[in-house]
């Protein structure tokens, strides 16, 4: 029987010191597995040594692949070009820095060829070695994002997880731009696992989110995958619409019972700057709305390779592809 085989994609930017530790620690599992490996690290424009290492290791190692973009295209823009150049039976994301235990590999194998799972996630239980700031302000983002949208977002999972090809085909036929990896694996569904574990820090190097970034980053699940924002501006339209009618009909009757004295300009500036504001902020959502659909008009790739050691012919059948 042909021997199955898994692709370990792991996008990394300016991951210099923890690729080779990274390796050596995945090896240690897979080696164990009864399936054949590939590593297909992803270089994101990193402005270190990253290519390099890459390109010593893959000479050192013939399961290491690497695809290296033309500049810094994102995470998520690396796991679906990972995803599309992978040929494994079953395809696993994992981070460069170890926060993703390759310790769970042999058990989310064992979970899809055994139990019949398609997909198995996994998510972490805490939050331990953050700063208490962005813990709430990424949970309030789950609760919000959850409630608005039908598409489930799990709170603590990680990109890292195994699925069957036909999950990877099934994520690879989204061609958006504004890929929100979190909501795009909830979105295409299929029989899913979790699996839980303790938060574990980077090994080497440094975290490339900033707390601004993680905030673009959120908004941008937001505008992917809810439009509940838009149906919140008309209501809010409503609501002051019956409030300025029940206005009206006030100083109808006022003005019939008391006469017309002349005042009260000052609340009516209050009212005139704080009725503009509200309609520039329901504009302002709108806007966003238009400009990602924008931004999905000019249809450009996702992203751009600068160089790569897997065969040429696989490269261009992905060029095919992506026309
Ligand atoms: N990463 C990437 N492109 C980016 C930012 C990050 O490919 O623009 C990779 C990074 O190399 C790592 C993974 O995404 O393998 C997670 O990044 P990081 O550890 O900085 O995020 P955190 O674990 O702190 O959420
Ligand atoms: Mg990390």
């Known amino acids: 029987m042909k021997r199955e085989f898994l692709s370990i994609i792991v996008p990394a930017y300016n991951e210099e010191p923890t690729i080779e530790i990274f390796l050596n620690e995945a090896e240690k599992y897979t080696s164990r597995m009864p399936v054949d490996v590939e590593y297909l690290f992803v270089n994101d424009g990193s402005s270190d040594n990253t290519l390099a290492v890459l390109k010593k290791l893959s000479e050192e190692n013939k399961k290491v692949r ?4 033309s ?6 823009a690396a796991i679906y070009a990972g995803m599309k150049y992978s ?3 079953y395809v696993v994301i994992m981070d460069a820095d170890l926060q993703d235990p390759p310790s769970l590999l042999p058990e989310m194998y064992r979970l899809i060829t055994e139990e019949g799972f398609d997909c198995v996630g996994s998510r972490r239980v805490d939050r331990k070695g953050e700063p208490p700031i962005r813990s709430f302000f990424a949970r309030l983002f789950y609760r919000m994002i959850n409630r608005m949208s039908k598409t489930d977002v799990v709170d603590g999972a990680r990109d890292f997880q195994m699925m069957r090809r036909k999950v990877v085909d099934a994520i690879l036929s989204m061609p958006e731009k504004n890929r929100f990896s979190k909501g795009i694996f909830g979105w295409v569904g299929f029989k899913k696992k979790w699996l839980e574990y303790e938060n574990v820090e980077r090994v080497a190097g440094e975290t490339k989110w900033s707390f601004w970034k993680l905030l673009v980053y959120a908004l941008d699940g937001i505008l ?7 149906v919140f501006s008309s209501l809010l339209g409503i609501l002051f619409c019956l409030i300025a009618l029940i206005m009206i009909l006030f100083i109808i009757v006022r003005t019939i019972a008391f006469g017309d004295p002349t005042s009260g300009w000052p609340s009516l500036a209050c009212i005139i700057i704080f009725v503009s504001g509200v309609q520039l902020f329901c504009i302002g959502i709108l806007g966003q709305y238009l400009a990602k659909t924008y931004i999905e008009t000019k249809n450009r790739p996702i992203f751009l390779i600068g160089e790569t050691n897997i065969e040429e012919d696989m490269t261009k059948e992905a060029k095919e592809n992506e026309q």
Do not use: I
């Open 224 to 230: 992917a995958f809810t439009t509940v924002p838009l």
């Open 87 to 89: 040929k494994g039976d």
């Open 71 to 76: 500049r810094n295209f994102g995470k998520e």
């Open 66 to 69: 690497y695809l290296s973009f």
